[in-house]
């Protein structure tokens, strides 16, 4: 019932910017935050960011931090993740997920899309 769709990744030079999007469905009636995820090749999954469901307050990695913004856009049912000045350690597959609030647990992800900084 619960579905997130990621948009496309991509191949994108060191310094480039890419922007990704999640778009949800089956959310009515209930209210959650989104997260963006990644996991690169023999690394841990890590959280990317985060965004609460009335996108007053986001979360960032301090790997990314200043770098990459969450945003939302609730006509759409879309949230963002627009990467600037990426890096090669930014490689990675990337997760769009959602939780409830006032849980801990992203009970629901995307198929996940892959991202690529490369020269």
């Known amino acids: 019932q619960v579905q997130l769709v990621e948009s496309v990744g991509g191949l994108v030079r060191p310094g480039g910017s890419l922007r990704l999007s999640c778009a949800a469905s089956?959310?009515?009636?209930?209210?959650?935050?989104i997260g963006w995820f990644r996991q690169a090749p023999g690394k841990e999954r890590e959280g990317v960011s985060c965004?609460?469901?009335?996108?007053?307050?986001?979360y960032y990695a301090d790997s990314v931090k200043g770098r990459f913004t969450i945003s939302g856009d609730n006509a759409k049912n879309t949230v963002y993740l627009q990467m600037n000045s990426l890096k090669p350690e930014d490689t990675a597959v990337y997760y769009c997920?959602?939780?409830?609030?006032?849980?801990?647990?992203?009970?629901?992800w995307g198929q996940g899309t892959q991202v690529t900084v490369s020269s």
């Open positions: 997920a959602a939780r409830k609030i006032l849980t801990t647990s992203y009970n629901y």
């Open positions: 965004i609460s469901s009335s996108g007053g307050a986001t």
């Open positions: 089956g959310f009515t009636g209930d209210y959650y935050s």
